[in-house]
């Protein structure tokens, strides 16, 4: 199917999908195809003067996969991977009759991944997506470490140290365990800090959790280029994976974001971790391309 969905050559179609409020616009072209791209991702974006996002995805065919997600955050940098954001794409290309299977594998800068989608009266309502091997190594992470794998490396930020573990799902993240109401934490205090903190030479996104129970965790994220978002879903992979590793929680555990909910599985025996969760279609319309 052509890649072309342009009413003319001034506008471009988008459509506007979030999984648990982590939102971002999904175009069906390639990136290249748009003038001043860096600056029609920030206009585009930009929740008051735009259509309002986490950022935008451009999906296109690919020659490994049934598809290609291009990701670029809020602030026009292009980024390895979105968990939310890919169960988006599944629901987009099957929706729009892009493809009629149920099982589709979709091309990332992270690797391919595949994704298993959840069909209700001829629409996708969730998805189930194969993310892959964590990453522990800290050279392959990022993070400036001497050990394998980096579990609660004390940095200062701010006024605080805190204990992170660190984990790449395709694209860097650290966790750290505040122990207390994570809608109390002052996440637009240390979250900038720790972004760009030195022990991360590619930034970080980083995840402060307070586990609930072996089932259960609590989690508010900052993200590399879009600030606290609603939802992450490589984020709540890397704090299944970390607190698996500190032996806070079993294998099979529920991540509750601001957003919702994502059940996440490291499976021992493949290492691999599975997220599901629900992708949400909100409206469609044009942009123009400069």
């Not at 996969?65 to 390895?80: I, K, L, P, R, V």
Request: with cysteine.
């Amino acid at each position: 199917m052509s890649t072309n969905n342009n009413q003319n050559n001034q506008t471009i179609n988008f459509t506007k999908m979030h999984g648990l409020g982590n939102d971002y616009i999904y175009i069906y072209a390639q990136p290249n195809s748009i003038p001043n791209l860096t600056d029609f991702i920030i206009r585009a974006s930009d929740r008051h003067f735009g259509v309002g996002s986490d950022g935008v995805i451009f999906i296109t065919p690919s020659e490994v996969a049934d598809f290609t997600m291009h990701m670029y955050n809020a602030d026009g940098t292009q980024a390895e991977m979105c968990g939310n954001g890919i169960r988006c794409v599944g629901k987009y290309v099957y929706d729009k009759g892009y493809t009629n299977k149920q099982t589709i594998t979709v091309e990332t800068l992270a690797g391919i991944k595949t994704l298993e989608l959840t069909v209700d009266n001829n629409l996708v309502s969730s998805a189930r997506v194969n993310m892959g091997n964590p990453i522990l190594e800290p050279n392959l992470i990022p993070v400036v470490a001497q050990t394998t794998p980096v579990l609660n490396l004390p940095i200062q930020i701010l006024d605080r140290t805190f204990n992170f573990t660190c984990v790449s799902m395709g694209n860097p993240h650290c966790v750290a365990v505040i122990n207390q109401p994570v809608k109390e934490f002052e996440l637009e205090k240390y979250g900038p800090v720790t972004e760009t903190d030195v022990h991360f030479p590619r930034k970080v996104n980083a995840e402060f959790v307070n586990v609930i129970n072996r089932n259960n965790v609590d989690m508010r994220v900052w993200e590399r280029g879009a600030g606290e978002t609603w939802a992450c879903g490589t984020g709540a992979c890397a704090v299944a994976v970390a607190c698996i590793l500190n032996n806070l929680v079993e294998r099979n555990v529920n991540i509750h974001l601001l957003g919702g909910d994502l059940n996440i599985f490291w499976d021992q025996a493949t290492n691999n971790v599975y997220m599901t969760g629900p992708a949400t279609t909100v409206f469609e319309g044009q942009l123009k391309r400069s």
